[in-house]
């Protein structure tokens, strides 16, 4: 696939799923995301999902 390339690779630790407010509040502290933008991601039954990784690497080369 042209265009394409893996750069690094992390470890999945935990997957939450829980409704935004809770998500935002928990990790408000990272930065990543505003509050709205996690509501956003709320599917149809007012939930979001949150991925936890860690032992991130980035590879020397692509």
């Given at each position: 696939m042209e265009g394409?390339?893996?750069?690094?690779?992390?470890?999945l630790d935990e997957a939450l799923i829980d409704t935004p407010d809770t998500l935002f509040s928990k990790f408000e502290h990272l930065g990543v995301y505003g509050r709205a933008e996690v509501?956003?991601?709320?599917?149809?039954?007012?939930?979001?999902?949150?991925?936890?990784?860690?032992?991130?690497?980035?590879f020397p080369s692509r």
């Amino acid at each position: 696939m042209e265009g394409q390339m893996v750069v690094g690779s992390s470890r999945l630790d935990e997957a939450l799923i829980d409704t935004p407010d809770t998500l935002f509040s928990k990790f408000e502290h990272l930065g990543v995301y505003g509050r709205a933008e996690v509501q956003e991601a709320a599917d149809a039954s007012g939930r979001a999902m949150a991925l936890r990784f860690s032992d991130t690497e980035i590879f020397p080369s692509r």
